[in-house]
């Protein structure tokens, strides 16, 4: 006859357990295991087998045996973890890509009926067409303000119904309805609820963010930091480039109002005693815009020539 371990070895099997998790790991994905069946819950574990483990417990457990293993090895970053465990929830170990990780467990999904009394993870709408219902069964829909006509000795639903509402716990009227059009609306799974990664614990969405997403939010930031620190006349790295630039504005203007000069100034105050400069790099973009046109033929040019000409006989122009 075998022994079968009592409740106080499994506990310390448990216990064991998870503190060589614990050691082993720095990376842990915090997921909500609602409706999750156990057939469901061993294809997750073979299919993240190799570099994760999949640990389910009681929360009272699970907090017991985190608080005494902080208390044992002085890491107290593991202390993190148990405000997290608040429900249905369960700890994925992993040593790989976080978000791949969690793409792989978001792949394990099973549809479901809607079950009276369920709350609705999202909105029900059922479509219109053919349902293949006999027509005694149009109490059903009746019930519930669902259009419906009979076609060819069938229950049509003439257009989309908004059955039920996200939020909404699923009623029996609907519950009937749904199993006899065999409609399955609601998908169960894993969901990744919170990451921990070294003592570290943030919102999964963190791990949708692209390297060009976080080099947008810095942007963002340093711009933040710029306009204050330019605002406030505090100096920082951000704002310094900005700085040098209005200090160099505000002594130009000095030089340009007084005798004063510079080196970096002196072009400046060269171009405004002689403004047609500023013009000087017309006729260098003008060559660089391409070839000049073709030039005019000599007939046509010959009017134009005449016309100077006359005008030089003439001795005196419009200005004079």
């Keep these: 006859m075998v022994n079968k371990p009592s ?4 506990k310390i ?5 998870l503190c060589q998790l614990l050691d082993q790991y720095s990376q842990i994905l915090i997921v ?3 409706n999750v069946g156990s057939n469901q819950l061993q294809l997750i574990r073979k299919g993240l087998r190799g570099d994760s483990v999949v640990l389910m417990g009681k929360n009272t457990m699970m907090k017991r045996s985190i608080r005494l293993h902080a208390d044992k090895t002085g890491n107290k970053d593991f202390l993190n973890l148990l405000p997290l465990l608040v429900g249905n929830v369960g700890l994925i170990f992993t040593k790989g890509d976080l978000k791949e990780v969690s793409e792989e467990v978001a792949k394990y999904k099973v549809g479901a009926p809607a079950r009276v009394g369920l709350v609705a993870p999202i909105d029900v709408i059922v479509p219109p067409g053919n349902t293949g219902l006999d027509p005694s069964q149009t109490s059903f829909f009746q019930v519930l303000n669902i259009p419906t006509k009979i076609n060819k000795g069938t229950v049509e639903i003439i257009t989309p119904v908004e059955l039920i509402k996200k939020g909404d716990k699923v009623g029996s009227s609907e519950a009937a309805l749904l199993a006899k059009l065999g409609i399955r609306p609601f998908s ?11 003592g570290s614990v943030f919102s999964p969405e963190v791990l949708d963010l692209t390297e060009d997403d976080l080099i947008d939010k810095f942007a963002v930031g340093v711009a933040m930091v710029t306009a204050l620190s330019l605002a406030i006349s ?3 790295l951000a704002a310094a ?3 040098f630039i209005n200090a160099y504005k505000n002594v130009l203007a000095v030089a340009v109002e007084t005798d004063y000069s510079f080196p970096q100034a002196d072009k400046v105050k060269e171009y405004l005693k002689d403004p047609s400069k500023f013009i000087a790099a017309a006729p260098a973009a003008a060559a660089d815009a391409g070839p000049a046109p073709a030039a005019a033929s000599k007939e046509e040019a010959a009017p134009a020539e005449a016309a100077e000409e006359s005008d030089d006989d003439m001795g005196f122009s419009l200005f004079d």
């Design 7 to 10: 409740k106080a070895d499994k």
């Design 32 to 34: 909500a295991a609602d």
């Design 241 to 243: 480039p900005h700085m």
């Design 234 to 236: 505090y100096p920082t």
């Design 13 to 17: 099997a448990y216990d064991s357990k």
């Design 188 to 198: 169960y799974g894993l969901v990744v609820i919170s990451v921990y990664d070294s």
